[in-house]
């Protein structure tokens, strides 16, 4: 499975990434903010999954899920946001706007398999 990984943070990056890697996605790409992320899906169409943070610069988050779901092309890509944004009103926001579903950080691996398995991405982790 392919994914990418948005967030401006390198370190978030870094733990998503090993948390893909063990529950089984082969090829992760990352991006630091939304304008990178849509070249790297101008480029390649066939992810399966993208973790994407709300508060980044340049293009945020919410932002960028407008313009994956205005993609026809990618609607079989799962979006996962993963934010401190914690707002019920902004959340159901995000999730009208196109996201998958919506994890707060702090998130354990637990917390992010869970969320996998509810958008049919599998329940992979190993302990």
């Given at each position: 499975m392919r994914a990418l990984v948005v967030d401006d943070s390198a370190l978030a990056r870094f733990r998503l990434k090993t948390f893909l890697n063990k529950v089984g996605f082969s090829d992760i790409v990352e991006a630091?903010?939304?304008?990178e992320a849509l070249r790297?899906?101008?480029?390649?169409?066939d992810f399966d999954l993208a973790m994407v943070d709300w508060i980044m610069p340049g293009m945020q988050g919410l932002e960028l899920i407008t313009a994956i779901r205005s993609d026809h092309t990618l609607d079989?890509?799962?979006i996962l946001l993963v934010t401190t944004?914690?707002?019920p009103v902004e959340v159901q926001?995000?999730?009208?706007?196109?996201?998958?579903?919506?994890?707060?950080?702090?998130?354990s691996n637990d917390d992010l398999n869970q969320k996998l398995t509810s958008m049919g991405?599998?329940?992979?982790?190993q302990n």
């Open positions: 630091s903010e939304g304008y790297c899906l101008e480029s390649s169409h079989s890509m799962k944004e914690s707002d926001r995000a999730l009208t706007e196109g996201a998958d579903d919506y994890v707060a950080k702090p998130c991405l599998g329940n992979t982790l």
